[in-house]
């Protein structure tokens, strides 16, 4: 075998226990019982020494260095420089940091689950305190190596090639225009009447009707299964995606259209090239890229009128209810285009949804660059609740800064994607209409034309070209976020 042969066969060796491990994780979250977390954490740090250790074998040093002689195709020089990044990335890190963020992480985030419920701040600060400790650890080394800030180390995981200089523009651009545009929105909202779900709405009917809009959206189900979680997500690999979601019976709102969310995760991931499959170059290109696709099938096709249509009459099919017209088209379109200024982000509308990312984006970017400590993290989050949404969060920890699991196992430099993805998802439709009948393929109930458009400019690219060569090939220009405003202004005014 040549080097190059050598590199991409250790690295589906890699992908191989990856999997494994994507698998425990998704059932440490969504099946297993309580009792089983302290084991399962020792054998998922076990297992994530084991990949580390695989990661930074000696020989592959020489390895790099005889495949950069060779003679490679394009997509074996971008393979190359995927499978280069990532065993430098890996590299920096010891082995017994890897190992104690990894038991710190879960040890966090499983009690985390009834902390959070409890509102107690005092327990999960605990807990807390040794997953900052080492990610900014972690983050130290990683700035060091690259010559960057601790944030933008971390920030460089999820979005190569992205800073906070870029984001702070971006994000200053984004809170010059978006509070007045809230404001607008909610008052001209504030004449329209709607019918909110209120009765009992089963959870095996929800489910039911998920997986009709799972259908609808050509969920590959050999290939993936529908779950349950205390918060929403997609995990699983390419070739078995496990995507959750969670149930109110009180209301199937915001299930439904996590759904519809994490099944944009789920078609990326089954989508990604086969022929690069267990190799950095047939993954997802960054976490940008990655909500692009949840954001574009749950905002962009998700809550437009002619999509807005199917789900009114699909949830009229399986629900049983004395008031028909709370599954009425116009019903739903008030209901998935309202605005309201609110604590919980998973459930923030489309409009205050980039409030909730920018707050905690400039939290996460002081606290790993050393500028605040976690315990200021509280009143800090009170501050800027009350400065962008109006809201008090004093005392309120689960409606606060306990709400989102991330930073539960030091996710840290994660949240930015979520805005990112959302500006990608605005610029990609309106390209996108250019060429396809977007709203004449959602009506007739076959999203092929859309789903094609989505393969062959985003999924089957893999992580071959860079985020703006991506964005740039798919859409003439690298990412542009006043095609998402130009969007939340017709939308909603």
């Known amino acids: 075998?040549?080097?190059?042969?050598?590199?991409?066969?250790?690295?589906?060796?890699?992908?191989?226990?990856?999997?494994?491990?994507?698998?425990?994780?998704?059932?440490?979250?969504?099946?297993?019982?309580?009792?089983?977390?302290?084991?399962?954490?020792?054998?998922?740090?076990?297992?994530?020494?084991?990949?580390?250790?695989?990661?930074?074998?000696?020989?592959?040093?020489?390895?790099?260095?005889?495949?950069?002689?060779?003679?490679?195709?394009?997509?074996?020089?971008?393979?190359?420089?995927?499978?280069?990044?990532?065993?430098?990335?890996?590299?920096?890190?010891?082995?017994?940091?890897?190992?104690?963020?990894?038991?710190?992480?879960?040890?966090?985030?499983?009690?985390?689950?009834?902390?959070?419920?409890?509102?107690?701040?005092?327990g999960f600060e605990k807990n807390w305190a040794e997953v900052v400790k080492l990610s900014q650890e972690e983050a130290q080394i990683r700035a060091e190596a690259n010559n960057l800030t601790p944030y933008d180390a971390m920030l460089d995981i999820y979005e190569p090639g992205t800073t906070t200089t870029s984001l702070d523009t971006l994000f200053s651009d984004v809170k010059s225009w978006l509070p007045e545009l809230i404001d607008q929105v909610i008052d001209k909202q504030s004449n329209e009447s709607f019918i909110e779900p209120n009765g009992q709405f089963a959870t095996e009917t929800q489910k039911a009707l998920g997986l009709e809009v799972m259908k609808l959206l050509q969920f590959d189900f050999n290939h993936g299964r529908l779950d349950e979680s205390v918060h929403p997500f997609c995990?699983?690999?390419?070739?078995?995606?496990?995507?959750?979601?969670?149930?109110?019976?009180?209301?199937?709102?915001?299930?439904?259209?996590?759904?519809?969310?994490?099944?944009?995760?789920?078609?990326?991931?089954?989508?990604?090239?086969?022929?690069?499959?267990?190799?950095?170059?047939?993954?997802a290109r960054s976490m940008g890229i990655h909500e692009s696709q949840s954001l574009f099938f749950e905002m962009q096709v998700g809550r437009s009128d002619t999509f807005i249509a199917h789900l009114a009459r699909l949830a009229g099919q399986h629900f049983n209810t004395a008031n028909p017209e709370l599954f009425s088209q116009h019903n739903f379109q008030k209901l998935y285009t309202r605005v309201k200024k609110d604590f919980i982000r998973v459930d923030a509308d489309e409009l205050t949804y980039p409030a909730h990312v920018i707050m905690r984006y400039e939290i996460e970017r002081d606290l790993i660059n050393g500028n605040i400590k976690h315990t200021d993290v509280p009143e800090l989050w009170n501050v800027k609740m009350q400065q962008y949404l109006g809201l008090s969060t004093e005392g309120n920890y689960k409606n606060g800064c306990m709400q989102d699991i991330h930073w539960t196992d030091g996710a840290f430099g994660y949240f930015p994607s979520y805005t990112l993805g959302a500006m990608y998802a605005a610029q990609y439709m309106a390209v996108m209409k250019n060429t396809v009948d977007v709203d004449g393929a959602i009506r007739s109930g076959d999203l092929s034309p859309i789903f094609t458009w989505l393969s062959d400019n985003i999924w089957s690219k893999g992580s071959l070209l860079t985020t703006d060569e991506l964005v740039k090939q798919a859409t003439g220009e690298t990412l542009n976020a006043q095609y998402f405003q130009d969007h939340l202004r017709s939308r909603y005014l």
């Not at 399962?40 to 495949?67: G, I, K, N, Y």
């Not at 590299?91 to 985030?109: I, M, R, T, W, Y």
């Open 1 to 122: 075998m040549s080097a190059f042969e050598k590199l991409v066969s250790h690295s589906q060796k890699i992908a191989h226990f990856n999997h494994l491990a994507a698998i425990c994780g998704w059932d440490q979250a969504s099946m297993m019982p309580s009792g089983g977390n302290q084991a399962r954490s020792e054998a998922m740090a076990e297992l994530s020494v084991h990949v580390h250790s695989l990661h930074t074998q000696p020989q592959l040093a020489d390895w790099f260095a005889e495949a950069e002689q060779q003679s490679l195709t394009n997509e074996q020089t971008a393979s190359l420089r995927e499978l280069k990044r990532q065993w430098q990335q890996a590299n920096l890190l010891p082995e017994a940091l890897v190992q104690a963020k990894s038991l710190a992480g879960s040890k966090c985030e499983h009690a985390w689950r009834t902390q959070r419920k409890e509102n107690d701040w005092q």
């Open 235 to 283: 995990g699983g690999v390419p070739s078995d995606v496990r995507i959750t979601t969670r149930y109110n019976d009180n209301e199937f709102v915001q299930s439904l259209m996590g759904i519809v969310h994490e099944t944009g995760h789920a078609r990326y991931e089954q989508g990604l090239p086969k022929s690069l499959a267990g190799t950095p170059a047939g993954e």
